[in-house]
């Protein structure tokens, strides 16, 4: 299965970490795998190589996650952009976890 948690602040979204395989299908052919790992990178690179934030971005193969946290001190603009951009993830995970309730969890922490 996989688990996405979201950590707050608060009412201000500051990373996440999605971890596990979900298990639908072999892998390569796991649609579920593929929406969670599509929409990270998507955000991932929204964050990072558009918007020019660095955040930290930790890739752990051993036991199949990856980390994304939030810079501390951002300006207006980049904080309401990335906090767009983290909700509707969340939003996105919450709808395949409605879809897909044995393979893949949404928590909030």
Same mark, same amino acid.
């Given at each position: ?5 979201? =950590? ?7 990373g996440?970490?999605?971890?596990g =395989? &979900?298990?639908y299908?072999?892998e390569?052919? @796991?649609i579920?795998?593929? #929406?969670?790992? &599509?929409a990270v990178? *998507?955000? !991932?690179?929204?964050v990072?190589?558009? $918007?020019? *934030? !660095? +955040?930290s971005v930790?890739?752990?193969?051993? @036991?199949a996650?990856?980390?994304?946290? $939030?810079? +501390? =001190? *951002?300006?207006?603009? &980049? !904080?309401s952009?990335?906090?767009t $951009? ?5 939003? =996105?995970?919450?709808? $395949? #976890?409605?879809e897909y ?7 909030e922490?």
């Open positions: 299965m996989t688990t996405a948690t979201f =950590h707050t602040e608060g009412r201000r979204i500051t996440f970490t999605v971890q =395989h &979900s298990g299908a072999p390569g052919e @796991d579920v795998c593929a #929406a969670v790992t &599509s990178r *998507l955000v !991932e690179c929204a990072n190589d558009v $918007l020019g *934030l !660095e +955040a930790k890739v752990r193969q051993k @036991d996650s990856i980390t994304l946290k $939030l810079p +501390a =001190h *951002l300006g207006q603009t &980049s !904080e952009t990335c906090q $951009l983290l909700a509707a993830l969340m939003v =996105h995970f919450v709808q $395949l #976890a409605e309730p044995d393979f893949i969890t949404v928590m922490v």
